[in-house]
């Protein structure tokens, strides 16, 4: 690759997206895990200047990390080694324009969050295999919205 345009390309923000197979308990303990991994991710994403969101519908969970490249790579190696996180997908990694979450370090999102917000209609992502650029688009008008 041309060094000039490698050197462009690490200036533009990096996203990985991935979905995995959420392997915790029913009930409070895995109420309590998955709030372990907004509490980590929170500072960790913070401290390192990542910004993300997570999507939870019970069975997958679907994130989007974006930053810098070599710092979205360490906390995905992290979420590789996690025990929480069963047959991880990646369904996108490289460099792209611009971050869709610039203001959230580690937003949650459940079904029920994107009902209540953007009403029935809400066009869910219906299997794990979810579309990069859907997904972002609904993730970015539910945190808008809720934000607004």
Not at 16 to 22: C, V
Not at 26 to 37: L, T
Not at 51 to 62: H, N
Request: with cysteine; proline share 6%; hydrophobic share 40%.
């Amino acid at each position: 690759m041309n060094e000039s345009l490698s050197q462009q390309n690490d200036n533009l923000p990096y996203r990985l997206a991935f979905y995995s197979t959420i392997a915790l308990p029913f009930g409070p303990a895995g109420e309590k895990s998955i709030d372990d991994i907004i509490d980590v991710g929170w500072r960790r994403n913070g401290a390192s200047g990542i910004t993300s969101v997570l999507y939870c519908d019970g069975a997958y969970f679907t994130q989007i990390l974006e930053g810098a490249r070599a710092d979205v790579e360490a906390v995905f190696r992290s979420i590789l080694r996690d025990d929480r996180h069963e047959d991880i997908v990646v369904t996108a990694r490289g460099h792209v324009p611009h971050r869709d979450f610039p203001w959230q370090p580690m937003a949650f999102v459940t079904v029920a969050d994107i009902l209540a917000t953007l009403g029935p209609g809400a066009m869910l992502p219906d299997t794990p295999e979810r579309q990069v650029d859907h997904f972002a688009s609904l993730m970015r008008q539910f945190l808008e919205r809720r934000a607004g």
